[in-house]
């Protein structure tokens, strides 16, 4: 481990401008695609509401400006008015990430008083039928009327999809459903493969075709809408050939927050063996993001292995994502293997080739009963349908 604990020094290192508050992992959908940890029911106890009001002072105080509200679902927190409203007295400007259940109009005049600036709802398609089977829940209309109440309550809306096999064929309607709700903004926002993204990698991976016909379909609707609703299309890491710079580069802008006290540079980052993860009931924002091994562990380039360490491009990529390297090789030092340089960069092609060798079998798009083999290295490798968002997850190795 010494070899990756090379400190960049914090006259180098600006502050965490953004920081993200999971408040709980609790939540009441059960995604296919969710990237909270798959072991999320053994976290431990929640941070109570002076611990979480202690973090946002801190950061604060550090030069933090914006705040992501977020789980898991925010909402279950019975606390979330008064974290707003701290959040609001200290300057933040706030984003509530929500499913919108749990949101009802009392309540949101009560976080539009406390201080939230913006509102992410998420569907997960513009059908009932496919967003409460991806949800493993019956929301659809829910998640309509809490839309409309969003924009009656007078807030922007950001309207957020994530995208994969499933719904890309559907990007046309998704586009029309969120203009007709009043959405400023759509991200549509492919699939990355981290938790339970990544036991379903095979039943969610779209093939190139799939990829490229639906990004014809946003820019036809970009043309067709103007202003009235930004859409913003994220390709996923596995198509581009390139990685990218991973939250802006490890430990550079972003911080997140766990709902059991843990500070982490990014959202899987738990998952990197080896590397100790600070308490923030135990340390101060300002020693972990400065001077703990953890943020310090990639940062700049010191840590690189070749090909990455004589790379050209190694300013501008920074390596790529560390977790993926893990998830993929099993060891985070390597070159990140959607970089078509790195010497694991097989792996990218034999996933994708795997996922379109099954959706041919199943004749379409996915909606048959699809099975999946597990690749996540706790799991069992058994034959599986998707999985849902469960407590505890099947097949899950203890």
């Not at 914090?10 to 909270?36: I, K, M, T």
């Not at 972003?254 to 308490?279: E, K, Q, S």
Request: aromatic letters at 8%.
């Amino acid at each position: 481990m010494d070899e990756i604990l090379n400190k960049a020094g914090a006259d180098q290192v600006g502050p965490p401008l953004w920081l993200l508050a999971e408040l709980s992992y609790r939540c009441p959908l059960h995604c296919a695609f969710c990237y909270n940890p798959v072991d999320y029911s053994q976290v431990g106890t929640e941070l109570d509401t002076a611990g979480w009001l202690s973090v946002l002072s801190q950061a604060r105080e550090m030069g933090a400006v914006q705040l992501g509200l977020s789980g898991g679902e925010p909402l279950v927190r019975p606390d979330l008015e008064e974290i707003v409203a701290h959040a609001r007295s200290l300057g933040f400007y706030i984003n509530l990430l929500t499913s919108g259940v749990g949101l009802t109009p009392e309540r949101l005049d009560a976080l539009k008083e406390a201080g939230v600036d913006h509102i992410q709802l998420s569907f997960q398609d513009s059908t009932r039928e496919l967003n409460d089977f991806l949800s493993n829940t019956r929301t659809f209309e829910l998640k309509q009327r809490v839309a409309r109440m969003i924009k009656t309550a007078g807030y922007p809306m950001v309207m957020n999809c994530v995208m994969h096999r499933y719904n890309l064929p559907h990007i046309g309607q998704i586009i029309d459903m969120a203009v007709e709700m009043g959405a400023e903004y759509l991200e549509l926002a492919n699939t990355q493969y981290y938790g339970w993204a990544l036991l379903n990698r095979d039943l969610l991976l779209p093939t190139a075709k799939q990829l490229h016909d639906a990004e014809a379909i946003v820019e036809q609707k970009r043309r067709q809408i103007g202003s009235a609703c930004q859409l913003l299309f994220v390709v996923p890491d596995y198509f581009e050939g390139r990685p990218k710079r991973c939250m802006n580069g490890w430990g550079n802008v972003f911080m997140v927050v766990t709902p059991d006290g843990r500070a982490l540079p990014c959202h899987a980052a738990r998952d990197i063996p080896g590397l100790v993860f600070p308490d923030v009931r135990e340390e101060t924002l300002r020693h972990i993001w400065y001077d703990s091994p953890l943020f310090n562990a990639y940062r700049g380039t010191d840590w690189m292995r070749e090909p990455c360490r004589s790379c050209p491009e190694k300013e501008k990529d920074l390596g790529g994502c560390r977790c993926q390297a893990l998830m993929l090789t099993g060891d985070a030092r390597n070159a990140d293997p959607v970089c078509s340089l790195s010497p694991h960069h097989h792996l990218i092609d034999d996933a994708i080739a795997s996922a379109a060798s099954m959706q041919a079998a199943e004749g379409g798009c996915g909606d048959g009963p699809a099975r999946v083999v597990a690749r996540d290295p706790r799991v069992q490798p058994v034959e599986a349908p998707i999985q849902f968002r469960t407590n505890p997850p099947r097949h899950l190795s203890r």
